[in-house]
């Protein structure tokens, strides 16, 4: 009778596909307001209970693979596993903060901001994801200045700046690109796109 295989005997690739499958929650990039949905996708955190060595293997999944939203205040402090409260998805354990690499972040451009250009450098530079959602009351009735504030993050693998930017896309754009360069380097200052005057109307 041939032995049984263990899980822990599979190739280390397929139990990292297997805790994706289960650990790794289906992610919202497309920058439109997701609602409250009637059916969540689940994961199963209850394999991280199973022994300490697929503890240890899963927890760099669960943590390391999702998209986290980060806290409009404390930033990496207190980051949710899902865009609603709810204090079982609420992860307060540094050690297992520090795993996280890919974060969410709602921001309003028409309230002042709670977090400074410090804590802003500080929380995200390095990361592998980093996704800034802009939103504001009104369309056009804010500027980018709030969004000023993500300008010292560097070393960001893909940086995406959504919302309600449509009326200063080239800024953007270049604070995208400003994220995604090397820690510790000096990046070209944004240069607003001149505008040219036609009669009455300026374009």
């Known amino acids: 009778m041939p032995n049984k295989l263990a899980f822990l005997d599979l190739p280390g690739e397929v139990r990292n596909q297997i805790y994706t499958i289960l650990l790794v929650l289906p992610s919202n990039t497309s920058g439109k307001f997701v609602p409250v949905p009637t059916n969540e996708p689940s994961i199963y955190p209850q394999i991280l209970a199973v022994c300490k060595s697929i503890h240890h293997e899963s927890k760099q999944i669960l943590y390391g693979k999702n998209i986290f939203y980060a806290h409009a205040q404390l930033l990496t402090g207190l980051p949710l596993l899902r865009q609603w409260w709810s204090s079982s998805c609420t992860v307060r354990s540094p050690e297992l903060i520090s795993l996280i690499r890919r974060y969410r972040l709602r921001v309003r451009l028409d309230c002042d901001p709670r977090f400074s250009a410090q804590q802003a450098e500080e929380s995200f530079t390095g990361i592998e994801e980093f996704y800034i959602e802009a939103i504001q009351a ?49 990046f070209e200052a944004f240069e607003p796109p001149i505008q040219e005057e036609f009669g009455h109307m300026r374009i």
């Open 138 to 186: 009104q369309y056009g009735g804010s500027d980018y200045s709030v969004l000023r504030l993500f300008e010292g993050v560097r070393g960001v693998t893909r940086a995406t700046v959504i919302g309600g930017v449509g009326t200063f896309p080239e800024y953007a754009a270049w604070l995208q690109k400003s994220m995604m360069a090397p820690i510790g380097s000096e």
